[in-house]
């Protein structure tokens, strides 16, 4: 019988290799398959559109970066939630408290960002 | 756990309260930031004075993670001086540069909640955690001033080294934690008793000398500190030369003394070189220094060198002479490093755009400003160990136990080192009373208020310490010694 | 041993793609080497039974960290890293040299080492019968844990107040570069000013 672990790594290794290999086989699919005209002028604007002018990697607002980290801090905060969940039942109200003390901090951070107008977009 | 449990833990409760009361109060607050000031200064007297009066209480909570001994209450009022002090220095400082902010004091109590953690944790778990809150909310703090292009290389460069350091500490935890099998300090002491002094041991302390190292600034790890010291905001950094660095010490002290006590021989002479290489980089580099912020970030590297001449006695003697000692001087550091960053916040506040910390800007500070720079005096001639100040009990207590541990040698080198200190030290007085300057400077009013308050602070610490030692050294002689409670 | 085989695979795919990362000068493809290497650590975790660990890795190294890299990426707009001027070129050859020795020392030593079990009775059938990796992790993150696991909720505090502190645009603050732009002098004069 198979060690119940290494089934799981298979499988958890067969997952992303087919991942990979079927965005990779899709991509060559659709490559090979679509008619392809090869002209220096496909790749110019359509008739009254502008020539580009500048790099289409445009500097990037900050303000992106302020809810991607915002969402990063809650994702771990969720993170810990599941051990919790699971767990509720054998660590009864102590448990409740002591996540509802974690929420509660993180819910400081929360209302002093909101205040601060970091969830606002001008 | 239990209420009581809390009571170990009051100090840091009162903190984090009032740090997450500043952040909430912070978006109403216009460009009066008194509340703000008020709440986290009344929050730090009062954990230093709940925790001076848990003094005497021995006990451990949440399953021994962390104790509350006498050990933990000198770090924890120290903390909290060190903290009130900083508290005071910033007002007008900030509000010279238009980053007056709460934001700022939060950062400090949660520094501080760290720092306290560290001194009382009493397993590897809770003292790397505290050592992560202080060391996340530092790095903030050393780039407060964004706009400020050497406050965000000062940041930088912190978060860069100090996350190595922390890695490198956690490896060496790590490399314990698989010896022992525990974190918990006690039953890792007694696990790796069974084992001896192997080499696997001596490999996880070397790591962790050189991890811890990097935080204190022991050279060859130190390079970071200079330039950390001059761009982070100037409170900032006398913070930063007192307290993350006496967080290290309480945690040097704990880890070596209980966890990897079986590596003593190891550690001691480890220390031993890491004390000489530091105290030979700081004091020779502080010499070339023309910038006072500069010189001062090498002379905290140079105490850092007597400090660890300290922990080499330590491990080499029999009693706990020279961990008193570290006690002793570390609370003497405080106050009169923090002295002179406060006499640099001043002058620096009165003049934001044109005041470079420059030797030369002293010169004839005596007719400008007499009181400043006899206070620069004081604690110049204290930094330097002149008897009457704290410095000179310091050095004396701590060159003592060193001798005792015979280590004769080092404490003359230590000796030696603190003459040629006496250049640079002595220097920025020579320039205040006896240079003409080279500029005009325009009339500035006075300083008053909290940073009056702070030199004051600072002032009376030196010259109570450096007079009456008796109760501080019967405060170090009780606290060090029974780690467990 | 096909859990040996399975771990030598996944840490050799994890080494190769961390050098990988440390290596291109893209660096979007230095990114997407890193997404590599977090997935095979997560293949090594779930070696280790760390499950959590596992899902973990997967949810908030490649997915949530992994969305800050990008987007540090997309602010700084670097297209591609070329290292100007070769800085410590001899240290370079140092490092060559030390680096090996490290590592052999730290194998000697460490493969020389008497290891300690965290507890006895700890085995995959004691967990599966307490309900799981993942609960046994609950029920000793809350109680024995607990004091770490709510100063961890402080640092995520002080590194959210931290980014909004750093990161926020703001409005009325006249040292704000942007109110300088009239006068490039004054405006660098301010950069690099002595604090």
Redesign the interface.
């Known amino acids: 019988m198979i060690n119940p672990t290494v089934d799981l790594v298979i499988q958890f290794g067969l997952m992303f290799a087919i991942g990979a290999v079927l965005a990779l086989a899709l991509m060559a699919v659709s490559h090979r398959l679509a008619p392809t005209s090869r002209n220096p002028n496909k790749g110019q604007p359509y008739e009254c559109g502008v020539l580009p002018q500048e790099d289409s990697r445009l500097p990037f607002n900050v303000h992106f970066y302020l809810v991607a980290v915002l969402f990063v801090l809650f994702d771990l905060e969720a993170v810990f939630m599941y051990p919790w969940a699971l767990a509720l039942r054998s660590i009864g109200l102590l448990g409740l408290v002591e996540m509802l003390i974690f929420i509660f901090i993180l819910l400081v951070g929360y209302f002093y960002a909101w205040k601060k107008g970091v969830l606002e977009w001008e | 756990?239990t209420a009581m449990d809390l009571i170990v833990?009051l100090p840091e409760l009162i903190l984090?309260v009032a740090g997450?009361l500043a952040?909430?109060v912070?978006?109403?607050l216009k460009k009066d930031k008194t509340a703000a000031v008020t709440i986290v200064a009344t929050a730090l007297v009062a954990s230093g004075a709940v925790a001076f009066g848990l003094a005497g209480e021995t006990r451990a909570a949440?399953?021994n993670?962390?104790v509350l001994n006498d050990y933990a209450v000198f770090f924890k009022v120290l903390f909290a001086v060190a903290g009130v002090i900083t508290v005071l220095m910033s007002p007008r400082y900030l509000a010279a540069?238009?980053?007056h902010?709460g934001?700022y004091y939060?950062?400090l109590l949660?520094a501080i909640?760290?720092m306290d953690?560290m001194a009382a944790a009493r397993d590897l778990?809770?003292f790397?955690?505290?050592l992560?809150?202080m060391a996340?909310?530092s790095?903030?703090l050393a780039?407060?001033?964004?706009?400020?292009?050497?406050?965000n290389e000062a940041?930088l460069k912190y978060f860069l080294t100090g996350a190595f350091a922390s890695a490198i500490t956690l490896y060496g935890l790590s490399?314990v934690y698989?010896?022992?099998?525990?974190t918990n300090y006690q039953q890792i002491g007694q696990?790796l008793q069974a084992?001896g002094n192997?080499?696997?041991i001596?490999?996880a302390t070397a790591l962790v000398v050189v991890g811890t190292g990097f935080k204190v600034s022991m050279a060859p790890f130190h390079m970071w500190t200079p330039d950390v010291y001059?761009?982070?905001?100037?409170p900032v950094a006398g913070f930063f030369s007192v307290g993350p660095k006496a967080a290290g010490f309480s945690a040097i002290l704990m880890l070596f003394l209980t966890v990897l006590d079986v590596s003593r021989s190891t550690w001691s002479i480890l220390f031993i070189v890491l004390a000489v290489l530091t105290m030979a980089v700081g004091n020779l580099f502080a010499l070339a220094q023309k910038?006072i912020?500069r010189m001062l970030a090498y002379s905290s590297i140079a105490h850092v060198g007597y400090l660890a001449a300290g922990l080499g006695a330590l491990g080499r003697a029999d009693d706990d002479l020279a961990g008193q000692a570290i006690l002793l001087y570390l609370a003497a550091y405080t106050f009169m490093n923090l002295g002179a960053f406060a006499i640099l916040a001043c002058l620096?506040t009165q003049d934001?755009?044109g005041?470079?910390?420059t030797l030369a800007e002293f010169a004839g500070l005596a007719r400008r400003a007499p009181w400043a720079a006899v206070l620069m005096s004081l604690f110049m001639f204290s930094l330097t160990g002149i008897p009457g100040t704290a410095g000179f009990i310091g050095k004396f207590y701590l060159f003592n136990a060193v001798v005792r541990a015979d280590l004769a040698w080092l404490a003359v080198l230590a000796v030696i080192f603190s003459a040629v200190s006496a250049y640079y030290y002595l220097r920025v007085i020579m320039y205040m009373f006896f240079r003409e300057p080279e500029r005009e400077y325009v009339p500035r009013e006075a300083i008053g208020g909290p940073l009056a308050a702070a030199l004051a602070l600072c002032a009376a610490g030196v010259i109570f310490i450096g007079l009456l030692p008796g109760s501080l050294w019967d405060a170090a002689v009780s606290s060090f010694g029974n780690f467990f409670g | 041993m096909a859990e040996k085989i399975l771990f030598i695979i996944f840490a050799s795919l994890a080494v190769l793609g961390a050098l990988g990362v440390i290596t291109r000068t893209n660096i979007v493809h230095g990114l997407l080497l890193l997404v590599f290497t977090f997935v095979n650590v997560a293949a090594v975790f779930l070696l280790t039974q760390a499950y959590f660990l596992a899902v973990i890795q997967v949810l908030v190294y490649a997915g949530a960290i992994l969305v800050l890299f990008a987007f540090v990426v997309m602010f700084l707009n670097l297209k591609e890293f070329h290292q100007l001027e070769q800085l410590h070129g001899t240290q370079k050859w140092a490092v060559l040299v030390l680096a090996p020795i490290l590592l052999a020392e730290i194998v000697v030593v460490v493969a020389g080492a008497t290891w300690t079990s965290v507890g006895a009775g700890i085995t995959p059938d004691a967990i599966a019968a307490q309900g799981g990796n993942v609960r046994v992790l609950g029920i000793t993150l809350f109680n024995e844990m607990l004091l770490p696991f709510e100063m961890a909720s402080l640092i995520l505090l002080v590194g959210m107040v931290g980014a909004i502190v750093l990161a926020k645009k703001e409005d009325g603050a006249s040292m704000a570069l942007r109110d300088w732009t009239g006068d490039e002098e004054a405006a660098q004069a301010v950069v690099e000013q002595e604090v």
Request: net charge positive; charged share 15%; glycine share 12%.
């Open positions: 756990m833990i984090v997450c952040l909430v912070e978006p109403y949440f399953g993670m962390v540069y238009d980053r902010l934001e939060a950062l949660f909640v760290g953690i778990m809770a790397y955690v505290g992560e809150l996340v909310s790095y903030l780039g407060f001033f964004r706009y400020h292009a050497r406050s940041a490399l698989g010896f022992a099998g525990a696990a084992t192997t080499t696997a001596a490999l001059q761009g982070a905001p100037t910038n912020k620096k934001p755009a005041h470079g910390y």
